[in-house]
């Protein structure tokens, strides 16, 4: 067997594999978006929309995420616009969470501070 006849097949194992493993963690997560989160959706606390350029949307989902710990808190960022959709997941452990949330609140301050 030549390298070239090899390189299908061995594409189509990596491949297979991938889609495996992607599939094992949406049943395990619980959704597909559980999946990109890699951890379980407990529930979803709220969202705001945000401002963008004029033809695209964007919001901020949060979440609160299951078991592993280190994953307690789930950003959903989502942008939409004419022809395109964008999700984008971020994961925070609860100390990472309570930085944002402080990070937040100081920014919200300094908006008429200058």
Same mark, same amino acid.
């Given at each position: 067997?030549?390298?070239?006849?090899?390189?299908?097949?061995?594409?189509?194992?990596?491949?297979?594999?991938?889609?495996?493993?992607?599939?094992?963690?949406?049943?395990?997560?619980?959704?597909?978006?559980?999946? =990109?989160?890699?951890?379980?959706?407990?529930?979803?606390?709220?969202?705001?929309?945000?401002?963008?350029?004029?033809?695209?949307?964007?919001? =901020?989902?949060?979440?609160?995420?299951?078991?592993?710990?280190?994953?307690?808190?789930?950003?959903?960022?989502?942008?939409?616009?004419?022809?395109?959709?964008?999700?984008?997941?971020?994961? =925070?452990?609860?100390?990472?969470?309570?930085?944002?949330?402080?990070?937040?609140?100081?920014?919200?301050?300094?908006?008429?501070?200058?």
């Amino acid at each position: 067997m030549s390298l070239e006849n090899a390189f299908p097949i061995l594409f189509a194992v990596v491949f297979a594999g991938v889609a495996l493993t992607f599939i094992v963690k949406i049943f395990k997560h619980g959704g597909f978006k559980a999946a =990109l989160f890699g951890a379980s959706i407990r529930r979803t606390v709220g969202e705001v929309a945000g401002g963008g350029p004029k033809m695209m949307s964007i919001v =901020l989902k949060v979440h609160s995420l299951g078991d592993p710990p280190e994953k307690a808190v789930g950003l959903e960022v989502v942008t939409k616009s004419f022809a395109s959709y964008n999700m984008m997941p971020v994961t =925070l452990s609860a100390s990472q969470a309570s930085e944002l949330a402080k990070l937040l609140e100081s920014a919200k301050y300094d908006v008429g501070a200058t």
